[in-house]
């Protein structure tokens, strides 16, 4: 086992570190792309290749490999029904649907060309997710969920879990024969104040511990990503009793510190600490700046439990200096 390896997998069991280690990511594709490579090839090829040149540059700690090209969970009868009500006959897609398939040797070819032997860890959405985006685009559709709750309940909870089926199948296959180390699941509260709290674990929750527990069983160790993408806010307490290894949220946005955050997810491992946006220390400040932020998340949090990285997927442009930096700060 590689240094790199046993230091990541240390830290996210929560044992004592000799460094703090670091793990920031960002798209290889565009928006307008990720919900279109199961059916064009050349967007897959696009993010095949962005892995191996920002691996070959940044030589991260660990990585996680981006679905970017495979956000659209391709259900005809999710794309083309009038009413909620006529889904409830809704199977799953089945796990050598080529959407599965073909995401498992994504991830198999692009570890077998790691130039060295680091964590892998596969980005996966909620259930919810993939149906937001497919009744309403990559940054809408809360409010079309919203509307089943309160209309259809019963439905939108069956179709959960048709879809969760498919994405267990997914996680577990990725980690069993791609050779992922566990997922990186992302979910986020619906930003409709027609979902309660309660409304939230009935309906929405079980489809993503049917996804987690999966990821678990296949022997993953796994990320829970609280998502603040685009200002998006989030109960973190939803998810508090999750079954997963590390948490990470948007640590600003949501006013809870990572100290914090490690009580309320129990103990387990935190990881997070930086804006992810343009606006953020990251991308724009000055070395001694980033510097002195990472020396101060180490103060308040401590170094074991802890992996710095941001709130969510950095910008693409950024440049990957600065990621160094805040590794270089990391080891003190």
């Not at 090839?41 to 095949?48: A, D, F, Q, S, V």
């Not at 200002?231 to 290894?245: E, I, K, S």
């Not at 990572?258 to 491992?269: A, H, N, Y």
């Amino acid at each position: 086992m590689s240094e790199k390896r046993e230091l990541v997998l240390k830290a996210f069991r929560g044992e004592e570190v000799d460094r703090v280690p670091v793990g920031f990511w960002h798209h290889f594709t565009e928006e307008r792309e990720w919900l279109a490579g199961f059916e064009n090839p050349e967007i897959i090829e696009k993010n095949r290749q962005g892995h191996k040149d920002f691996i070959a540059d940044v030589k991260p700690d660990f990585v996680k490999l981006m679905s970017d090209g495979y956000f659209g969970y391709p259900q005809a009868l999710l794309k083309n029904f009038q009413s909620f009500s006529e889904l409830s006959s809704l199977e799953p897609l089945g796990e050598d649907h080529p959407w599965i398939t073909d995401q498992v040797e994504l991830v198999k070819d692009l570890i077998a060309n790691f130039p060295e032997d680091i964590v892998a860890i596969y980005n996966i959405f909620a259930p919810v997710t993939y149906l937001k985006w497919l009744i309403g685009k990559v940054a809408g559709g809360d409010d079309l969920i919203a509307d089943q709750v309160v209309e259809y309940p019963e439905v939108l909870k069956h179709v959960l879990s048709v879809i969760a089926q498919d994405i267990a199948s997914l996680s577990r296959r990725v980690i069993t024969e791609g050779g992922a180390d566990g997922i990186y699941l992302s979910v986020q509260s619906i930003q409709d104040s027609r979902v309660s709290f309660e409304d939230y674990k009935q309906i929405v929750a079980p489809s993503e511990l049917t996804v987690l527990e999966a990821a678990n069983q296949a022997g993953g160790i796994n990320i829970l990503h609280i998502c603040g993408y685009e200002g998006a806010r989030n109960d973190v307490h939803l998810f508090a009793d999750y079954p997963a290894q590390v948490f990470n949220w948007a640590v600003g946005p949501e006013g809870i510190s990572l100290s914090q955050g490690r009580e309320i997810f129990k103990g387990r491992t935190v990881l997070g600490g930086f804006e992810n946006g343009k606006d953020g220390l990251l991308y724009s400040a000055s070395k001694e700046d980033i510097q002195n932020e990472v020396k101060r998340l180490l103060e308040e949090s401590g170094r074991v439990g802890l992996v710095l990285g941001a709130d969510c997927t950095i910008p693409s442009d950024i440049d990957h200096e600065r990621i160094q930096w805040v590794r270089e700060a990391a080891r003190f």
